[in-house]
């Protein structure tokens, strides 16, 4: 049975930061893309940020660039989200997402495998 689990999420104040977990058990890992997704109160589920399988290719969402910083550690079978200078805006719940043999694609409807999501809240 797969199973992702996040963890690592808070209430932070803006320009804080915070580093999100994803541990991830059931599947092969490394054969996996990985990705990161969020969703505020009211708003549509939007991606931010991907990591490739094979040679760990990274993507992000324009309003993260610079900012947020997506990493993988095959040995643990996690992936890594950290976030800087956190705004109010990036409030949501953070959820990631396995795609086999994916390139961290910013489509959802590509990764098979969700977790439950972390709720982050950035207070201004």
């Known amino acids: 049975q797969v199973q992702l689990v996040e963890s690592g999420g808070g209430l932070v104040q803006a320009g804080g930061s915070l580093r999100l977990s994803c541990a991830a058990s059931g599947l092969t890992f490394s054969s996996y893309a990985m990705g990161w997704f969020r969703q505020a109160p009211g708003k549509e589920r939007e991606f931010v940020s991907g990591?490739?399988?094979?040679?760990?290719?990274?993507y992000y969402a324009d309003s993260v660039k610079g900012r947020f910083t997506i990493s993988r550690d095959n040995a643990k079978n996690t992936v890594y989200l950290q976030m800087n200078s956190l705004k109010p805006e990036d409030t949501a719940v953070y959820s990631c997402a396995a795609d086999l043999y994916g390139l961290g694609t910013r489509s959802g409807i590509a990764y098979e495998y969700w977790g439950q999501g972390t709720q982050v809240t950035v207070s201004s």
């Open positions: 990591i490739s399988w094979r040679r760990g290719n990274t």
